[in-house]
């Protein structure tokens, strides 16, 4: 059986442009918090425009100009959630409301990939729909109800 990584994909609504004074705290640390992915334990890869910094810029496939997409693969759980909650990165995640609007359906969820697989947007996007249609599954889950990678709840 092939090695499993966690794969991850949140999106979220603007409140306005990204090149807007409301979003420039945001935009400023982009760069910033993406080389801090990058270089953290357990990263893998994540989504980025055609120059290779951020998925800000990349064209949404979601019918709206104000969604922004964000995409990574991670070793572990473990290594992605000390990211997200242990690092400056929890500072966007507990103020998002900031630069974000509320949104009514699932905006995040996590699954299981082999180690040698990128997820596509395609894939992330469905897995989306997963969870809004069937809640956390072993398919498609989020971090208050977890899998593990044979489909355990922990």
């Known amino acids: ?5 966690i794969a991850e994909i949140n999106i979220a609504k603007m409140k306005a442009p990204l090149d807007s004074p ?3 705290e945001f935009v400023d640390f982009l760069e910033p918090i993406n080389k801090l ?12 425009d055609d120059d290779g910094s951020s998925a800000a810029n990349i064209e949404s496939p979601l019918e709206d100009d104000m ?18 909650y242990g690092t400056v990165h929890s500072y966007f995640v ?6 974000f609007e509320r949104m009514k359906s699932p905006h995040m969820v996590l ?17 989306l729909r997963h969870i ?9 889950f989020n971090f208050k109800k977890v899998f593990n990678s044979i489909g355990e709840e922990i």
């Not at 922004?68 to 693969?73: A, D, K, Q, T, W």
């Open 67 to 84: 969604m922004l997409i964000n995409m990574s693969v991670w070793e572990n759980l473990t290594s992605l959630k000390d990211f997200a």
């Open 94 to 99: 507990r103020d998002g409301r900031k630069w």
């Open 132 to 140: 809004e249609e069937y809640g956390p599954t072993s398919d498609a």
């Open 37 to 48: 992915a990058d270089e953290s334990p357990g990263f893998v890869w994540r989504l980025k």
């Open 22 to 24: 409301l979003l420039k």
């Open 111 to 127: 699954w299981w990939v082999d180690s040698d697989h990128i997820p596509t947007i395609e894939e992330a996007l469905s897995k």
């Open 1 to 5: 059986m092939s090695k499993k990584y």
